[in-house]
């Protein structure tokens, strides 16, 4: 079974652009999550979907946001990007269920905003 | 607020002895707690976890103990190899399971 994969792995944007980071879960997972990893701040987290719907939200500004498809796959936008954004998005991907389930994680983007 | 911390950042192992990480948590609502390792370039690579009903559970090599009394989490490897170097972080799972919570993370160097 393929593992979680997101694209692009590295991407680097100047301060006041917007990006879209993809991910798709491993085949059956529903849930998926986002997270951000800085040096500074180790790894937050900025949301949570399943079924297409966002579930639960981290403490990040309204430029971050996501949505899921009807396969699942996430997507995370910035806009309005700046140098502190520049991180490792880490996605993770978990079976459904009401009980908490075992992320995976893929290899994450690594965002460089200049 | 709720947080996840660890008492240790850095710890450096000779190779076959045996690793404790250490890791305190804030939120005693918190019912499953896991165990992540991350090496350079990848994403965090699930190794254990343990649900709050349980205060020992054992894998490969490696053991988690729950103490729920003070609120701590610890990951024990046995016959710590070179493989193992690797950052660690604790994480628990707040908000019915919706939201983890990570630690800070804590680096392990295993010796030749």
């Known amino acids: 079974k393929a593992g979680v994969t997101q694209t692009p792995r590295y991407l680097i944007k100047t301060r006041g652009q917007q990006v879209t980071l993809s991910c798709s879960p491993i085949s059956g997972h529903r849930s998926v999550s986002w997270y951000q990893q800085t040096p500074g701040q180790g790894l937050q987290f900025l949301f949570e979907?399943?079924?297409?719907?966002?579930?639960n939200k981290g403490n990040f500004p309204g430029r971050f946001s996501g949505r899921q498809f009807s396969n699942s796959r996430s997507e995370m936008n910035v806009s309005t990007l700046e140098l502190g954004d520049s991180a490792l998005y880490l996605c993770?991907?978990?079976?459904?269920?009401?009980?908490?389930?075992?992320?995976?994680f893929g290899p994450g983007t690594r965002l460089t905003v200049l | 607020g709720e947080s996840v911390g660890l008492h240790l950042p850095t710890l450096s192992v000779q190779e076959g002895d045996n690793s404790i990480i250490n890791c305190a948590y804030s939120n005693s609502a918190s019912d499953y707690f896991i165990w992540y390792k991350q090496e350079s370039g990848k994403g965090p690579q699930f190794i254990i976890d343990i649900r709050s009903n349980m205060d020992k559970r054992q894998g490969q090599r490696v053991t988690v103990l729950l103490n729920k009394t003070v609120k701590h989490l610890s990951l024990q490897i046995a016959a710590t190899q070179p493989g193992d170097s690797a950052v660690y972080f604790c994480?628990?799972?707040?908000?019915?399971?919706?939201?983890?919570?990570f630690g800070a993370g804590t680096r392990l160097f295993v010796k030749a």
């Open positions: 994480a628990e799972n707040a908000d019915g399971g919706f939201k983890t919570i």
């Open positions: 979907y399943f079924s297409e719907t966002q579930r």
């Open positions: 993770a991907s978990s079976l459904p269920g009401l009980a908490a389930d075992t992320q995976y």
